[in-house]
């Protein structure tokens, strides 16, 4: 295409300068643009080839051919910061300006390179060299291709750049026909070095598909690409074919550096490999997972058993016989809350590193609070590089540039985090697409996917719809998954395969697994495990005074009891009210989501050591734990007797998972009470005479749940059986709650307003998740950055960081390592309703406490706790706020 020396004339254009703290500019040391394209472009090319199970899939969902996909996209990779030939960008080094190509310098019309990227990509020249490879793609589908190469650090260009016309470039002020002629000058450098290869299979919806993966990609080549202590600033005089080879070399080190090349699967994963203690006596889930008929393409499994069946093990086993298949690198487990992604992650250190032959492959933990988590920080590799020893974390390990930023956490080979993380892929955030690409490489694993409303449910289907387009797998778990949810998960995910027809999901059967690609659905009944069928018997209780008679009688008898409430006020006074009844007090514990990060984990770590699977008896006979949700999902626990508020009858057999659950460990014949029994806190559904009937029994808790006719339906129906029996009417007590709408009369406005609440927050996801079919040319150009907002509804929180003084000093609430990690770990999350008109107090050494906080960290509320555990919050309400590590945030209300 060009001429041999054609590059001479663009070396000129610089790209990037040195780090300012290892040379100056004063001497004209740069990196030209050129250079710096192939570095993107190097890393781009390698990045695809080093893992060419996946550089397949997404070939094969576009139809086209392997290596002419990553050339292609390695070619338009290349051309992401093409903008860097425009007036704009090189004015912002007057000391490197080309002014025998540009003559001498003036004031430029500031254009930022981004868009002046775009703006290239469109001009003829240009348009001439990228057509040929797009035969089938105009208007709208081009430009979402041209804005994925142009769109910056996770954010697109302007729609009316990236449609732009092909003379818009020359005539801009900020670039010009000399910039016009570089860039395609450099674009024709590229191409010889390379060689792209025309796609004539893509087509609209392909483009659509591809254009969200090919962002991703080029958002992670730039930002590897521009890692300057990866790739060294050679002399601008180097042969462009001659740069091209270093940097692929670099390219290839700074992947392996980094933790980015896959190790080997391992090829004949089993359960005594992975789960050597499940192996000796699987159960029958975890046997079907090591025989399943897996299909060909893009999967979505989905299994629904009991708890306690060792899905989390069948899951992991399913994942790695897929990963044998190349339908994912890794995997990725996605929990409903840090509490139990705190676990997963402890669970999958025991045996990550047996789903691969070897290598040192990276375990992430993917939360907001994940570099406070003393488990996951014991992962990290030391200041200089080196492993901590195998005697950390059970032999955890992750690679520090993917634990140094939770956008990136999706390259680690294996990770367990919340489902935020996950969702935040799917919404209209900056670096979107980048978590797409590294969560498009994992296996995803959805636990307790019943839990989820209906604004998570839009997002957990988008989801599923998404990872499906870019060729990713996926396993969802559920004891309680009602049928018209199973349908429209799998319904998504075949929607993002392409499928010609909706799937048919029929079976009522339970326990089930259903196997879902593009051409066909699979459901097979699974043989519940003998073990696990059991009555659960069902009482009701009138109120909490009842409650708490029942809990001290039970934990008389020896029994480990575990409370649970559904607000958090409501859980703190039953345990001062237990406490102060209890001839031993300590014998209570408390836990609930309002405490500081330090205390929270603290008592997490209590409860797990006490009344998990390896608690040893004498450490939980005859003690009692009151919580919230927290020990709802996922956390393996396992108590004697429950008493629980009434709640939607999925989470009461979630709740009940919590009992009886390793008889393996503890026989029926050792422990205190004859048979498994829940007291559920209710009034008489038979006696139901007003809205609020609720309210005289569980107080501020009725509220919490507000769908009447599912509360009604469900007290009504499991006092009516008076039993849970398992496996045999799980399904029929979930369906006979949610797929219908009997409800008392005086209950009728009220299940009208619940559903229109559902309704509402069903809209509200939809508008708030990303629209697939328009392609990333779709997304707006002021893609927000924070992460913390969107991926769930519910009331405004407000996060506190407690501190204490020390002398004349104000200090972090908890005790850490470096003051960063203490501030963070003294966190509390609290609802904004509860601060009213509260203010903080803030003296001199308050002020000199939050100087050194960044930016993005100052609209945190920093409150003093002092000796008495009052709050320095200034309250015109009335209102007291305090806070001790026993009971946690406590607001004492004026009423007046």
Known sequence: ?????????????????????????????????????????????????????????????????????????????????????????????????PQEQLGPLSPAVPLPHWRASALLLNAGPIALLLDP?????????????????AGHHGRPTESLEAGADKTDAERHPAIGPICVDAAATATRLLADIIRPEPLPALRNTGACRWSWQLSGLITFADWIGSDVASFSFHPPEMPPQDYWEHALTAAEAALHAKGLVPPAVFAKPSLA?????????????QTEAGRLALQQGPSLIVIEDLTGAGKTEAAALVAARMMTEGKGEGIYFALPTEATANAMHGRLAAFYRALFEG?????????????????????????????????????????????????????????????DQAFLSILPKKHLTLRQYGLAGRILIIDEAHSFDAYMSRELATLLRLHAMQGGSAIVLSATLAEKQRRRLIEAFTEGLGADEPPRVTSSAYPLVTIASRETTCERPVAASPSLAREIGVERLEDRQQARAIAFSLAKDGAAVLVLVNAVDEAITFYEALVSEMPEPEKVHLFHARFAQTDR??????????????????????????????????????????????????????????????LDRRPAAGRPIAAPRIQVI?????????ADWLRPALGGAAFVYQHAGIMWRSAKLLFDEGRIVAPDRLRHL???????????????????????????????????????????????????????????????????????????????????????????????????????QAAPLHDAAANAARADWPEWEAKIV?????????????????????????HGFLRSQNEG
């Open 1 to 97: 295409m060009g001429q041999e020396d054609d590059w001479r004339g663009v070396i000129p254009f610089w790209g990037k300068t040195p780090p300012p703290a290892s040379h100056s500019n004063d001497d004209g040391a740069y990196k030209p643009v050129l250079h710096h394209l192939m570095d993107v472009g190097a890393v781009a090319l390698v990045a695809q080839r080093t893992v060419p199970s996946r550089l397949r899939r997404m070939a094969d969902l576009l139809g086209v051919d392997p290596e002419s996909l990553a050339r292609t996209a390695a070619f338009l990779a290349a051309l992401h910061d093409l903008g860097k030939f425009s007036k704009s960008f090189q004015a912002l080094q007057p000391a490197l300006w």
């Open 133 to 149: 490879l797009f035969p089938r793609l105009q208007g709208s589908r081009r430009a979402s291709i041209i804005a994925a190469v």
């Open 273 to 285: 490999r992975l789960a050597p203690h499940a192996a000796a006596a699987p159960r029958p889930l």
């Open 359 to 419: 290598g040192s492959p990276s375990l992430v933990l993917a939360h907001g609070h994940a570099r406070h988590t003393q488990a996951f920080l014991a992962s990290l590799p030391l200041s200089n590089g080196e492993s901590r020893g195998e005697d950390t974390a059970e032999g955890a390990f992750c690679a520090a540039w993917i634990a140094d930023d939770r956008r990136k956490a999706f390259f680690a080979d294996v990770g367990a985090g919340t489902i």
């Open 601 to 662: 984990q603290a008592i997490e770590a209590e409860v797990l050591a006490r009344f998990g699977a390896d608690g040893p008896d004498e450490g939980r006979r005859g003690h009692i734990l009151v919580a919230t949700q927290v020990v709802e999902q996922s956390l393996d626990v396992d108590f004697d007797v429950l008493v629980s508020d009434l709640a939607p009858i999925d989470l009461i057999i979630q709740r009940a998972g919590r009992i009886w659950r390793h």
């Open 682 to 690: 209710s009034p008489d559904p038979d006696a139901v005479t007003a």
């Open 734 to 836: 979930i369906e006979a709650v949610y797929a219908s709408d009997r409800v008392p009369e005086c209950l009728e406005a009220a299940q009208r307003e619940g559903e229109g609440i559902a309704r509402a927050d069903d809209a509200m996801g939809r508008w708030n998740v990303v629209d697939l079919a328009k392609g990333y040319g779709g997304l707006p150009s002021d893609l927000r950055n924070d992460e913390e907002i969107g991926t769930r509804l519910g009331e405004a929180t407000v996060t506190l960081r407690l501190a204490r003084r020390k002398g004349a000093e104000v200090v972090p609430w908890a005790d850490a390592p470096t003051t960063m990690q203490a501030w963070a770990l003294s966190e509390c999350r609290v609802r904004a309703a509860f601060l009213r």
């Open 862 to 886: 920093l409150v003093v706790v002092d000796e008495d555990g009052n709050l320095s919050l200034a309250n015109p309400s009335g209102d007291h706020f305090a806070y001790d590590p026993v």
